[in-house]
């Protein structure tokens, strides 16, 4: 078993000389005058003034100005890899952790799959996680902390993969990564699907959508993910704010581009890193037609997105593709929360908020799923 020091890693934080550290300490004083003064036009636009509120626009305020006002070397920089971070978080839950390395990848770089209070000879129940941030960024603690709550209602181990971000690798190199992941976990289970769910958020979610497609039509360019008897599923597939498109026309671009943190500007920063095929369905899921997604290789689908996200007219268009039912014994489910921007219950996590609408959505449906 190799620890995390050996492993690959998400990214090398680089190194920024004196002057561009000059440079960055200026943009920061800058950034957080331009952060409060988002904060407050967010406060007073939601007439809400309960310390909860409060602390709910903190992190979309500081997340929507650094977006606009740092380079993506300039982020990085002080951003750790997320061995790094799953280490840490690991270490002050006390919970276990062991890592392999994933080298079947398909010429593209090894990635590192990191198993959390669970060995790879256990062939339990577990959730797959695939982390958000554009594919430009690490995962966060917050991202943990969702992931950990998420296994833990739906009674499985967690396993997180840490691929490789871009521009170190573009696409379709993360899925041949996530495929690699799914792989190594149905090795250990004789090939059977049905104790793995597969999970993302934002980016994570695009990645999770792209799994499916994959199962349902393999990418020229990755290895197929084969189940030992044909028509088995996987026992879920849980999609939060996931990126379904990549262009940015969509109406709700312009309805909530003043509530959400991310704007086609930053959507427009992670495809130019990533350069996904626009008109892939591995890429973009709502390229695929409802012939394609009307047989999902999952037993129990779940989409959640925001009222105020971006986001929201893609994922709603997705869920059509798919044809999400209303009730909850459907399926595929859509679940849109009011109010709720990108990633709700990441940010609500880092502020030690448990009680979102979309967190609370997310854990009920994971406590609900059949037993495998």
């Not at 396993?159 to 799914?182: C, F, K, M, R, W």
């Not at 149905?186 to 104790?195: A, E, I, V």
Request: charge should be negative; proline fraction near 6%.
């Amino acid at each position: 078993m190799s620890t995390w020091r050996s492993l690959p890693q998400s990214h090398v934080p680089p190194r920024l000389d004196w002057a561009e550290k000059m440079v960055l300490a200026s943009k920061l004083v800058l950034l957080i005058c331009y952060a409060a003064g988002t904060f407050i036009r967010r406060t007073m636009s939601r007439s809400d003034f309960s310390i909860r509120a409060l602390r709910r626009n903190i992190t979309p305020s500081l997340s929507s100005n650094l977006l606009r006002a740092l380079s993506l070397r300039e982020m990085r920089s002080f951003l750790t890899p997320s061995g790094v971070t799953i280490t840490r978080f690991c270490a002050s839950k006390k919970l276990k952790h062991q890592a392999v390395q994933l080298d079947d990848t398909d010429g593209f770089p090894p990635a590192a799959l990191h198993l959390i209070d669970c060995t790879p000879e256990d062939a339990g129940d577990t959730l797959l996680y695939f982390h958000g941030g554009g594919y430009v960024f690490p995962i966060t603690s917050a991202t943990l902390s969702l992931g950990q709550k998420a296994a833990t209602s739906a009674s499985a181990a967690l396993v997180v993969l840490e691929y490789t971000i871009a521009p170190d690798v573009e696409y379709p190199g993360q899925l041949a990564q996530a495929a690699a992941s799914l792989r190594f976990l149905l090795q250990k289970r004789q090939g059977d699907p049905s104790r793995i769910i597969i999970a993302g958020d934002s980016a994570g979610g695009n990645l999770t959508l792209a799994l499916l497609a994959h199962l349902q039509d393999p990418h020229p360019r990755v290895t197929p993910v084969e189940f030992a008897t044909e028509g088995q599923k996987l026992r879920a597939a849980l999609c939060v704010s996931p990126r379904t498109n990549n262009i940015y026309t969509a109406p709700s671009y312009s309805f909530n581009g003043s509530k959400d943190y991310l704007s086609s500007d930053a959507v427009r920063l992670f495809t130019s890193n990533w350069q996904p095929a626009g008109d892939e369905v591995w890429a973009s899921p709502v390229s695929g037609s409802k012939a394609f997604w009307e047989d999902a290789h999952a037993s129990k689908v779940l989409l959640v997105v925001g009222g105020d996200e971006v986001y929201l007219d893609d994922v709603k268009t997705q869920a059509e593709l798919m044809n999400a039912g209303s009730t909850t014994d459907a399926n595929i489910q859509l679940r849109i929360c009011p109010g709720e921007v990108h990633d709700q219950p990441i940010l609500d996590f880092g502020q030690g908020i448990e009680d979102g609408c979309m967190t609370i959505e997310i854990l009920s449906w994971l406590r609900a799923l059949p037993p495998s």
